[in-house]
């Protein structure tokens, strides 16, 4: 029985959720400057995926990444976090680091979920409360990074029964080949892999 795409994207269940696809980190004036530039060939496509979702009545979530001045509240146990929280500038709510990319915008009907602490963007925040108030089933991903945050993202996802489909070509990590190794050997039996224009015919 062929696979309905269409019926797994049904924009009454369906949401995009992007990851810190924010000026702080894929800016130019980004503190991983190694990511940004290796997202930067896919930022466009996000960029393409959210309009697209917007136009077919699918909600948006940005989940976008905060830090104090102090650091208060950060993590401190792990090396990632170590180096964030020497090199990472203050990113407080509402600034323009914490802005979404201008390549994707931010409509007065998407959602923003924040936070000041973690690796991903589901543990600890309110995006699972935001998802099953918005009806979702089905959930769209994009943004950084394939093998840290999204990892965390996309199994926290499925653990909670939601539906994960993850563009490939919206999602971008370091090294770049060792993100596609993890694409096509871990996310495409968690998750269904696609493409950007696979989304967005199925919208159509």
Known sequence: MPFDLSALLDPTHTVVVTSECQNGVLGPESYLPELAAIAAERVPTMGRLVHGARTAGVQVIHCVFWRRADRRGANTNGRIFAMANKVGPEILPGSEGAMPLPELGLSPDDLVSGRWHGADP???????????????????????????????????????????????????????????????????????????????????
Not at 143 to 168: D, E, F
Not at 171 to 192: C, F, H, K, Q, R
Not at 198 to 204: H, Q, T
């Open 122 to 204: 589901l543990q600890g925040t309110d995006l699972d409360a935001l998802l099953r108030n918005c009806g979702a089933r089905t959930v769209v991903v994009a943004g950084v990074s394939v093998n840290v945050a999204l990892v965390g993202l996309t199994l926290g996802l499925l653990n909670r029964g939601y539906q994960v489909v993850v563009p490939r070509d919206a999602v971008a990590g370091i090294p770049a080949d060792y993100s596609e190794t993890m694409l096509d050997n871990t996310y495409a039996i968690i998750s269904t892999v696609v493409t950007t224009d696979e989304v967005l015919a199925a919208w159509a």
